[in-house]
């Protein structure tokens, strides 16, 4: 089935019958595999008309696009190369063998790498390779069945169907895995990353807290699902999450956030939003320094009327000292002052002035 809102959904043909676990979408082709049927893979560049593709013989259970290249694991049995299968196109499929024989339930893309995890194994739960031919066996932050992994934000976050208080793990890298507490011990088959949220759906039967949701992969609070049914399975795309489940009378798709051009309207008002705020900042910014300029200017603007003023004082007193030296005495073309009624030092005479004519 597929809908262009998550909401109103239409029913489609598959290319054969069977068991159908996993779909992603890349290069502009859907493809989805499955654990029974014939062909194992089918593919489809709209989602209504689908076409049977030939793959080595196993049980897919996950499918992801990434790098250029289809990568589909599964837990095919005791033949390791039936567990991981590649392709260019969605259309001619490779075996490949993976780092482990184990079960491997699904895969994921991100940063660069292919991540599978595994819900067998010991110590060896998860696998990474950059290409979806080699693969590196990784340990697990626990032997738990793990049955879902994505990528977001910077981070690998996979969920479990087993432990106590142990059922999600994150790691940075793919590599390295820490065990985080999901805020109940459902039987968790699938998360997914959008919108900033992480978002993860399960199947234990009798409760409505089958959904959990966390920002960043390490706190994780419950979110009341929209049934008590079984939700195996949960994508992000165009501003909203849809869940599908395996339980249920005419209500086995849920969706949570907003539709298509809504859910661009709010972004779109949100970018405004923190554009006008980070230009005010701006602004604010600019008037600060303008001011803090303008008051430099201004203390310099200050200092320099002061230097007239020293002017003045400094000859201000000039003419004090001259005044307490009244009498000029002169040596030819020496001049000394001394106070009024003072004698000429040796050799000076006293200097006077000639009277104007007729005085």
């Not at 290069?27 to 030939?54: C, E, H, K, Y």
């Not at 196109?89 to 339930?105: H, V, Y």
């Amino acid at each position: 089935m597929t809908s262009p809102d998550g909401i109103t959904w239409t029913s489609r043909v598959a290319a054969t019958s069977g068991d159908w676990w996993s779909i992603t979408y890349g290069n502009g082709l859907f493809v989805a595999v499955a654990g029974n049927a014939g062909s194992r893979v089918m593919t489809s560049p709209d989602g209504i008309t689908w076409t049977s593709q030939t793959a080595p013989g196993s049980s897919y259970r996950g499918v992801a696009y990434g790098n250029g290249i289809f990568v589909a694991v599964g837990n095919g049995g005791d033949i390791p190369v039936q567990k991981v299968m590649t392709s260019p196109d969605g259309i001619t499929w490779s075996s490949q063998t993976p780092a482990t024989n184990n079960n491997w339930r699904t895969v994921t893309y991100g940063n660069g790498l292919f991540v599978a995890v595994s819900d067998s194994g010991t110590g060896n739960r998860v696998m990474t390779s950059p290409d979806g031919v080699t693969w590196t066996s990784r340990t697990s932050a626990a032997d738990e069945e793990w049955t879902a992994v994505t990528y977001g934000n910077g981070l690998f976050v996979a969920v479990g169907r087993s432990g106590t208080g142990n059922r999600v793990m994150v790691s940075p890298d793919g590599i390295t895995w820490t065990s985080r507490t999901s805020a109940t011990d459902n039987d968790w088959r699938s998360v997914t990353y959008g919108n900033g949220l992480f978002v993860a759906v399960g199947i234990t039967a009798g409760t409505v807290n089958q959904v959990i949701t966390s920002s960043d992969g390490v706190t994780w609070t419950s979110v009341t699902s929209a049934a008590d049914n079984q939700w195996t399975s949960v994508a992000y795309g165009d501003g909203l999450f849809v869940a599908v489940s395996r339980t249920g009378t005419g209500n086995r798709v849920m969706s949570s956030g907003e539709v298509g051009l809504a859910a661009r309207i709010t972004a779109a008002a949100n970018a405004e939003a923190a554009r006008v705020a980070a230009a005010e900042a701006a602004l604010a910014a600019a008037a600060a320094a303008a001011a803090k300029r303008a008051a430099e200017q201004q203390e310099l603007l200050n200092i320099l009327a002061l230097i007239p003023k020293i002017g003045e004082l400094s000859l201000s007193l000039g003419e004090t000292t001259q005044s307490l030296y009244k009498q000029k005495c002169v040596k030819g073309k020496h001049v000394k002052y001394v106070k009024n009624g003072a004698k000429c030092p040796k050799g000076y005479v006293a200097f006077k002035k000639s009277k104007p004519m007729g005085s």
